[in-house]
């Protein structure tokens, strides 16, 4: 924190520096001689000089972006694509996780979900050609390794809302462009083939090649009165994965009681993920009055894999295999090395009786979306009509298969090294890599279990906005003034059946080599070679399954929650000049009026057999004012200072809005408790103030300095409230004989709104080509930015696991420091680029076992992506390229622990990805 803080002075002095020398040079500015005719005419001279030099490759998309945030009334990044077809990285994840004040956080070695400005990927909201999208995880941040980055023309992210932004987010709103045909000049097809290889090779029955196709196509027919555009894009890539994890929870430590674990495990995870994806749009502008734009898009992804796994309990051996759990050998601690944190970093352990496990899970997502807008542009108005349609579904099989050696029981003894930089190790003394004496059977955790979650997500919006010209009486200052009316309905829903996979009627047996895909290698984590195995088959052949979702302890992980917000706002444009100061922006005041529902299932003991499954619905309605303002004033010599002032919202996570409960009483005090979502939450609401200083150099270079502060009015987080109204739910509750009454008030842990906090963090970018600089550097060039945050908000989760604890935790997802920084060089057709993006530690958001969202902090991940590539200008093959990427190339590991880093929990390495590709354009 105290680092943080000298960073941010030395920020903040460095901005005010930087302004106080463009007030400086304003004022020189206008104390210098007028321009003479002559000078004007050079300048012009030199303009066309600028006008006639072709850009091309990695300076178009930069440029292009540049000019983006120049010309923008809001403070904004962006990045746009070189070409048809063509953003730099391998998932549109990466290249908006470059952008200023923007991180990823990685889920199976890609980067899926983002962060802005220090806040969870909850509080940005996702839009597609301005219309928000719907998810397939359990809540509302967008995936984004489900948007193919071939099929984008650009992203856009909005740091400070205006009144007629819909679905803007509290931290930022992040909107994903595809292309309008009718902007290009002619007709263009590009088409891209790449291959690429993990560098964890292969393992098992999974492959570590996969392949990248896409293509994409523009046109324009009858005069240019009809515009199209298409594009598909196909993926396979391979999922190899070595990972070490620590059971939950680290015990606290206390006088000759150090904190320890109560086990390790050690896994290969092998596998694919085949994603398809489809963008089609089709413009209709017969005349200058009407503008007809329909937009498709279809995405569909698989990912399949199986974790081999080696897994050892400290603390239990299970039970025999008659069903007694007497075990006559429980584990004995022979020896332990503990650190002056008072943290066991390792030992000896005798009398243990590991598994091997096989854990399959097969994912399918599907994503669609239609959006239909239609512009009118009459004399005195513009009126735009848009209606939109979204839909997102997940299904997926989780499936677990146990094994463990016999003749029962084989114990053995290990030696254990907990290490929080690199791979814990584990030394076994018994060899675990023969199948045929490894038998499915009935281990501590049983035999097997299973789930097959099922989201769904829908939403459907109409928008009404009209433009008029501002009043005469205005005019000198207001441009026109917009009003808008949107409705948007969405709901979704989640199911989650699951249950035991249990010994078929053949019992204890060995799984057959017909099911048997080899052997993988764990000798990364000190271990020998176990072998993996089909587990869907074995599940099949050997087991039963049959799941459900009305056993008590699942009735409450399914839910609907059902939102619809009607959205109206009045926005006034500013195009005007105070003095010498040319002044652009936009004030105006938004209003969302939100309807929220949710209904569900509860489990009640108090009715008789078969009647326990109980529903039960709840809901608020709101009404939100969000008024907003921007100014940008363009100062001399290309500068811009911009202010931003803004009431932002975002809805709380819709897990946390579930009606579902788990609701009990207590037979010794009467008195009633339960835990659940909460579906009367209030939003997260802050008052936001912005700055920006922007100096650019044409649209080839600029540097910026932005401080943002957010005053958090609202916000939510997990807590245990006495006085919860249970009557409705005991209402029917008759007490045994000997219990006391039954009382009608009692505890209830739920998501809850807190008041006050702030958020505030500083902002530094710079693009410059280094011919800038000096001359024989022509080509070469670097984008660089940092960011700094900071949040006095702490907040306790009894949701999340012993990972934090009932702990003060700082905000989820909130990164003290973020750094992005890509060198690249261009000329003479070759192009190469090296990227850089850098976070510090924080607590990341990853869904557990159980299906259950939960907290882990998460070291800081510093990634490296490089790429190499030709474009041939002879005019046989003119329009044809060859690319190398590696993603990941300094092979960054993902790495988590509980509480300090001497207690590893997570230690993940995907490797690297090359890309070796052709694209042809024609």
């Known amino acids: 924190m105290v680092q943080f803080k000298r960073n941010l002075l030395s920020v903040a002095l460095a901005s005010a520096t930087m302004m106080l020398a463009a007030a400086a040079q304003a004022q020189t500015a206008e104390e210098q001689p007028q321009p ?34 120049k010309e923008s009334t809001s403070i904004v990044e962006s990045v746009s694509a070189e070409d048809i077809g063509k953003l730099p990285d391998v998932s549109i994840a990466e290249s908006i996780a470059r952008l200023p004040g923007l991180a990823a956080q990685r889920v199976a070695g890609r980067a899926q979900v983002i962060s802005v400005r220090g806040l969870s990927p909850d509080f940005a909201t996702t839009l597609l050609n301005g219309r928000e999208l719907v998810s397939t995880g359990d809540n509302r941040s967008v995936e984004f390794d489900q948007y193919p980055s071939e099929l984008m023309s650009g992203v856009t992210v909005y740091k400070t809302p205006d009144a007629g932004l819909i679905g803007q987010g509290l931290s930022g709103t992040i909107d994903m462009q595809t292309v309008r045909p009718l902007r290009f000049d002619k007709s263009v097809t590009a088409v891209s083939v790449r291959g690429q290889r993990n560098s964890l090779g292969a393992a098992a029955d999974a492959s570590g090649y996969g392949e990248r196709i896409n293509a994409s196509y523009i046109g324009q027919f009858a005069d240019r009165t009809i515009g199209l555009a298409l594009g598909y894009s196909h993926s396979k890539t391979p999922i190899q994965e070595n990972q070490v994890g620590i059971y939950e929870p680290w015990s606290t430590p206390s006088a000759g009681n150090p904190s ?245 009627a053949q019992g204890i047996t060995a799984i057959a080599p017909d099911l048997q895909y080899g052997l993988v290698d764990l000798g990364f984590a000190g271990l020998g070679k176990i072998p993996s195995w089909n587990v869907p088959g074995a599940v099949a052949r050997y087991m039963t399954f049959a799941p459900n979702e009305n056993a008590s302890y699942l009735v409450s992980k399914a839910w609907t929650v059902n939102e619809k917000i009607a959205t109206a706002w009045l926005k006034g444009n500013i195009d005007t000049e105070w003095g010498s100061v040319g002044v652009r922006g936009n004030f105006g005041v938004q209003v969302q009026h939100t309807d929220q529902s949710s209904s569900a299932n509860y489990w009640d003991n108090s009715q008789p057999a078969g009647s326990n499954v109980r529903p039960f619905e709840d809901g608020k309605k709101y009404t939100d004012v969000l008024p907003s303002m921007n100014l940008a004033f363009l100062l001399p010599a290309d500068q811009t200072l911009r202010f931003a002032l803004a009431r932002q919202v975002a809805r709380a996570r819709v897990d946390q809005l579930r009606s579902s409960l788990e609701f009990g009483v207590n037979t010794t005090t009467g008195e009633p408790g339960g835990s659940g979502g909460n579906p009367r939450l209030d939003p997260w609401r802050a008052n936001a103030f912005d700055v920006s200083y922007e100096k650019y150099f044409g649209n080839k270079a600029y540097v910026a300095a932005a401080y943002f502060y957010k005053d958090l009015r609202s916000y939510i987080f997990t807590q245990t409230r006495d006085g919860y109204d249970f009557s409705d739910f005991v209402a029917g509750y008759v007490p045994g004989p000997s219990e006391p009454p039954t009382l009608t008030t009692g505890r209830f842990t739920a998501p809850y709104n807190g008041k006050g906090g702030k958020l505030q963090g500083v902002e530094l970018t710079a693009s410059l080509p280094l011919e800038m600089v000096w001359e024989p550097l022509r080509g070469f060039g670097v984008i660089a930015s940092a960011s700094f945050n900071d949040s006095n908000i702490k907040v306790r989760d009894p949701e999340s696991t012993s990972s934090v604890g009932s702990e003060e935790i700082t905000l989820p997802g909130l990164s003290d420091e973020v750094y992005n920084l890509t060198a690249y060089f261009e000329r003479g057709g070759f192009e190469a680029r090296v990227s850089q993006r850098k976070r510090s530690d924080f607590i990341g958001e990853i869904g557990n076992f159980a299906g259950n969202r ?59 990805t090359y890309l070796f590709g052709v694209n042809y354009k024609f």
């Open 36 to 69: 003479t005719q002559q000078d004007e005419a050079a300048k012009k001279e030199d303009a066309k000089t600028l006008e006639s030099v072709t850009v091309t490759g990695i300076r178009v998309g930069i440029e292009s972006a540049i000019s983006t945030k």
């Open 260 to 504: 320890t674990t109560a086990g390790m495990k050690a896994l290969r995870r092998t596998g694919y993920v085949e994603r398809d994806g489809v963008m089609a749009t089709v413009e209709f502008r017969p005349s200058s009055i009407w503008t007809s734009t329909v937009d498709l898009f279809h995405s569909e992804a698989t990912q399949e894999d199986t974790a081999n796994q080696w897994e050892v309990n400290f603390g239990y051996n299970g039970c025999e295999p008659n069903g007694q759990c007497n075990v006559p050998l429980p584990p004995t601690v022979i020896s332990v090395d503990v650190n002056d944190n008072n943290t066991v970093t390792g030992g000896t352990i005798a009398n243990v009786y590991p598994l091997v496990r096989g854990m399959y899970n097969k994912r399918e997502d599907k994503i669609d979306a239609f959006g239909w807008n239609n512009e009118f542009n009459l004399e005195s108005v513009k009126i735009v009509a848009d209606v939109s349609w979204s839909k997102a579904t997940r299904d997926e099989l989780n499936l677990e298969n146990n094994t463990q050696l016999l003749p029962y029981k084989q114990l053995d003894t290990l030696g254990i090294d907990f290490r929080g930089d690199d791979f814990s190790q584990i030394s076994a003394g018994l060899d675990y890599s023969d199948p045929t004496r490894l038998f499915l059977t009935n281990t501590i955790y049983g035999s097997g279990y299973g789930k097959t979650p099922n989201v769904q997500d829908e939403l459907k919006s109409f928008k009404l906005a009209a433009t008029f010209a501002a009043p005469a009486m205005f005019s000198s200052w207001l441009n026109d003034i917009d009003v808008g009316l949107n409705y948007a309905d969405r709901e979704k829903e989640k199911h989650q059946p699951e249950g035991g996979i249990n010994l078929g």
């Open 854 to 912: 939960t907290l882990r902090y998460v070291v800081g991940e510093d990634i490296i992506d490089a790429q190499v590539s030709y474009s041939f200008s002879d005019e046989s093959v003119k329009g044809l390229s060859v690319l190398f990427q590696v993603s990941n190339l300094n092979n960054s590991d993902y790495r988590t622990y509980a509480g300090s880093k001497d207690r590893p929990l997570e230690n993940i390495e995907w490797g690297r």
